[in-house]
Structure formats: structure tokens, C-alpha cells
């Protein structure tokens, strides 16, 4: 297992990339629009990890009521694991819950 991704909520992603690209000295891969999430994203590579800045595209987005409720940051670590589904039971089975299979 290692960590594939570190998710950062953000409220203007046009702001962040200037400070996340000033930060890691590169620009991002990868922009893209969830509308089932309701974010846009951009990914930045940090060697075998990678750094994703999510931004709220509506009002009812559950990034936008993170930031309301938290602020900005630290939102989310995703690991990679071999089988998702195995790995979903298993931590089920050990009483974790999950906001989204």
C-alpha cells in the first residue's frame, strides 16, 4: 500500500495553483471537473504521490461544506491498494464507514 494521493480543499483554485505551483516548482498535469462531485480539480505529481486541490462548483458541493465547516485543507489521503473492493470490506469489517465506495 502507499499513499497515491493527498486531497486539498480550496476555495479559489486559480489562487492555490499560483501557491502549490510557486511551492513544488511545476505546473499542474491534470484539471478536470467532477459534476457528480461538484469540483474541479488539479493534480500535481510529488514523486510516487500525487497532490489534488479541489475546488466547490456549487453551493451544495461537500467540498464547499467542508470549507465552510473546517476551512482549507487537508481534506483527504488516498492509499492504493491491490483490490478495492477486498479492501473496502475489510476495513467495513473492522467498523469503518465510508462516505463514498
Same mark, same amino acid.
Given at each position: 500500500m502507499k499513499i497515491d494521493h493527498i486531497g486539498i480543499?480550496?476555495?479559489?483554485?486559480?489562487?492555490?495553483?499560483?501557491?502549490?505551483?510557486t511551492i513544488l516548482?511545476?505546473?499542474?498535469?491534470?484539471k478536470e471537473t467532477v459534476d457528480s462531485d461538484k469540483v474541479t480539480t488539479l493534480f500535481y505529481r510529488? $514523486? +510516487?504521490?500525487?497532490?489534488e486541490l479541489l475546488e466547490p462548483t456549487e453551493q451544495d458541493s461537500p467540498i464547499r461544506k467542508f470549507i465552510e465547516k473546517r $476551512? +482549507?485543507?487537508?481534506h483527504h489521503i488516498a492509499f492504493e491498494?491491490?483490490?478495492?473492493?477486498?479492501?473496502?470490506i475489510e476495513y467495513k469489517n473492522k467498523g469503518f464507514s465510508f462516505v463514498d465506495e
Open positions: 480543499a480550496v476555495k479559489n483554485l486559480a489562487v492555490a495553483r499560483e501557491v502549490y505551483s516548482n511545476e505546473e499542474p498535469y491534470k510529488t $514523486g +510516487e504521490s500525487k497532490i $476551512g +482549507e485543507g487537508l491498494v491491490e483490490n478495492i473492493h477486498a479492501a473496502i
